[in-house]
């Protein structure tokens, strides 16, 4: 009964899980299902509709999936949250050596003394104000039914030749690249 069951379900193209199947296995296989994909509006601060379009564009230049604009139409969501803060990072510090010696000077009939006195001093500051800026993005792949079947978190403070929205959309897809890649190669 129960290979009927599973020669149906096959013949149908629905995936079937068994018992020695983890569910991570299982998500890896319909990663490699995914055809289109819906990109979700992101929740976060006012950054999250640039850094969405910025997810757009480099899944699009991935040529890896179809991106479209219909919900419907999609395999599966990208839904997640994203933030590009910039700060200021402000650093003070102050270090001080100092050193005194001080004499005295005492009188009496017969003598008198001498007064001296001896100081040294340094004092050091430093402030410096430096301005930061950084991205951070947490999205996942959602299939019709609801089932998360792949996530990640990313962030960046930015690369040498592009801002750090750019570069954790640029994570996000070289992420979701390598992990597709790797549900291609069959298990051992």
Request: a negative charge; charged letters at 25%; aromatic letters at 4%.
């Amino acid at each position: 009964m129960t290979s009927l069951l599973f020669a149906a379900a096959l013949a149908l193209g629905a995936q079937v899980q068994t018992a020695e199947t983890p569910p991570e296995d299982a998500a890896s296989h319909e990663l490699l299902t995914v055809r289109r994909i819906y990109v979700d509006k992101l929740t976060g601060g006012e950054t999250a509709a640039q850094m969405r379009d910025m997810i757009i564009s480099s899944l699009q230049n991935c040529r890896l999936f179809v991106i479209t604009e219909n919900p419907e139409r999609a395999d599966t969501i990208l839904r997640g949250s994203a933030e590009d803060l910039v700060f200021t990072d402000v650093h003070t510090s102050s270090d001080s050596l100092n050193t005194h010696a001080n004499f005295g000077t005492s009188r009496s009939t017969r003598e008198r003394g001498q007064y001296g006195s001896v100081g040294a001093g340094e004092s050091e500051s430093a402030h410096s104000a430096e301005r930061r800026h950084e991205a951070v993005a947490a999205v996942r792949l959602v299939n019709k039914e609801g089932d998360v079947i792949w996530s990640t978190t990313e962030e960046s403070t930015g690369g040498k030749f592009r801002g750090s929205s750019a570069d954790v959309a640029d994570k996000i897809t070289r992420r979701l690249m390598a992990d597709y890649q790797r549900a291609k190669k069959p298990a051992r």
